[in-house]
């Protein structure tokens, strides 16, 4: 069985301690797709040589018009970014700018930006100037035009990330004349860290396509750690110093000294516990006892 899974931005047709969302019949998530033909799926497949065209910038007639009632997924590392750009904490981001969207058919909770309560509906950081948050804009945002996925062979358990080219049919971007290619997009938008930190997420995420859960579903005991272990670093990191865990499981004292401080590496860290704790996969970072 093959897999390919869409990380994407799309418009928008629309407790876990935070505010929580049901949906049960909602198109946009995070979404895995059956097949073997991934060239199939809706957009341009683009080549890793092959070119694109696109430039965006203030004098174009749809300038920030991308930026309004979206349906746009932030990731772990997305968060990360943000709230230390705004110096707030995790937990006061997850209030005021996001939505968690719980679906049925869904094991583990989806994390939506909020858009602004005005008639646009648009992003909470733009303003006529364009984006107050640009360096540490989003996964998706940076990645615009393009929609990352990763195409999961199931036979080999091998990952390759595959990329499309889906701007709005409203976007005058795509007629512009400068080109790209998949490499000097992503560079050219400081996106290639955030790439590779969208795609460790989704590894994580791909096994919850089954329940672990059990009864308790995902707002059980369990479901609330894995989620605080993920999207927030610092109840996390309270959590591995300030409670029993760090005699629960033997963790080096290099790594501990490095997530105490780094909070992209305690995310990656969270990672590897969300695997051990709910999966059972064993890791080098962390064992127990």
């Known amino acids: 069985m093959l897999l390919f899974e869409q990380l994407n931005i799309q418009h928008r047709t629309f407790n876990i301690e935070h505010r929580i969302i049901e949906k049960s019949n909602t198109e946009t998530q995070m979404k895995y797709i059956e097949t073997d033909k991934p060239e199939t799926l809706a957009g341009h497949k683009i080549e890793r040589q092959e070119k694109f065209s ?28 943000l709230k230390q750009r ?32 005005n008639d646009p509906k648009t992003c909470p950081f733009l303003t006529s100037d364009g984006c107050t948050v640009y360096t540490d804009r989003p996964d998706a945002c940076r990645t615009f035009p393009l929609e990352q996925g990763l ?29 790209w290619t998949i490499e000097t997009w992503a560079e050219d938008q400081q996106a290639v860290i955030y790439n ?12 919850f396509q089954d329940n672990p859960w059990g009864p308790a579903g995902p707002n059980g005991a369990l479901g609330k750690m894995a989620f605080m272990a993920t999207y927030n670093v610092d109840r996390f990191r309270d959590f591995v110093f300030k409670s029993s865990m760090i005699k629960r499981y033997s963790i080096k004292k290099k790594t501990l000294n490095k997530i105490k401080k780094d909070d992209a590496a305690l995310m990656k860290f969270g990672f590897e516990w969300v695997k051990l704790v709910v999966w059972g996969i064993a890791s080098a970072l962390i064992r127990p006892v």
């Open 86 to 117: 705004l110096k707030i904490s995790s937990d006061q981001f997850l209030d005021r700018y996001v939505d968690i969207v719980l679906r049925e058919t869904n094991f583990f909770p989806e994390v939506l930006l909020s858009m602004a309560e």
């Open 54 to 81: 696109f430039r965006c910038h203030s004098e174009i007639s749809c300038f920030n018009q991308c930026c309004r009632n979206l349906n746009l997924f932030l990731y772990p590392y997305d968060i990360v970014r």
């Open 196 to 207: 590779q930190m969208t795609a460790h997420w989704s590894e994580i995420k791909r096994l």
């Open 151 to 179: 195409y999961y062979n199931a036979r080999t358990s091998e990952t390759t990330s595959v990329y499309f080219f889906k701007p709005p049919d409203f976007c005058m971007g795509q007629h512009e004349k400068q080109q």
